[in-house]
């Protein structure tokens, strides 16, 4: 279904944050360093594409095609997850949910020899998280509370485990870091395929690495197999 004005045009809204919409705000990308993800990109295209061209042929004539397979399958899935986490949003926060903060209390403008008193900073908001029944011992209390910090560049109460990142400009929900090689931040909606990256890169360089050096110890041993 296509999305409704309202929700699509959320992006839009999102001004001073340090981050490029395409798409009606589907594909996005940091302004920090656009380059980043380009120079991964061919790094992880040019080497795999080397492989493929010069190792396969030799590698699936002599031991087997099941590594070339392996490998393809591997390099397939971590281009493909590289680019759903650098392109896709990472969780952002819309900008001016709460444009007005709880204040603190002003302090007294009484102050002795003419100082100027501390200015008023907003306050933090409590969230009651309810203590789940495991057994244990109710005099430990039922109830806990989590503070919720006002972003004063967003203007939005700050839920927990939410981070406003200084590269993106943005507060990104359970934000983890901000990855340099991506150029993207990692958080709530793209952590499991940025974690899927790593784990079929790491994945797709040790099949390489392995098919590689069998295959170049089985040619010294019996070189008139290849």
């Not at 594409?49 to 095609?65: D, N, R």
């Not at 203007?155 to 929900?173: A, E, F, G, L």
Request: glycine share 6%.
């Amino acid at each position: 279904p296509k999305p409704s004005s309202a929700a699509s045009d959320v992006y839009k809204r999102q001004s001073p944050s340090n981050t490029l919409y395409f798409w009606n705000g589907r594909l996005l990308i940091s302004k920090d360093a656009p380059w980043a993800i380009g120079i991964t990109g061919t790094l992880l295209i040019a080497g795999p594409a080397c492989w493929i061209a010069f190792e396969a042929p030799y590698l699936s004539q002599g031991v087997s095609v099941a590594p070339v397979v392996l490998f393809a399958y591997f390099w397939i899935n971590s281009v493909a997850s590289m680019l759903k986490t650098a392109l896709t949003d990472p969780g952002i926060l819309p900008r001016e949910l709460d444009p007005e903060p709880d204040w603190q209390e002003p302090p007294s403008p009484h102050m002795p020899f003419d100082i100027e008193g501390p200015m008023s900073r907003p306050k933090d908001r409590s969230i009651a998280l309810e203590r789940v029944d495991d057994g244990g011992d109710p005099s430990l209390g039922t109830i806990a509370s989590i503070p919720s910090v006002w972003c004063e560049t967003c203007h939005v109460y700050r839920p927990p485990r939410c981070s406003h990142c200084r590269s993106c400009n943005n507060c990104v929900d359970t934000l983890d870091h901000h990855c340099i090689f991506l150029n993207a931040c990692i958080g709530r909606r793209n952590y499991t395929t940025f974690y899927a990256f790593l784990c079929h890169t790491m994945a797709m360089l040790l099949v390489g690495i392995v098919a590689v050096s069998y295959t170049h110890l089985r040619a010294h041993e019996t070189p008139e197999h290849l």
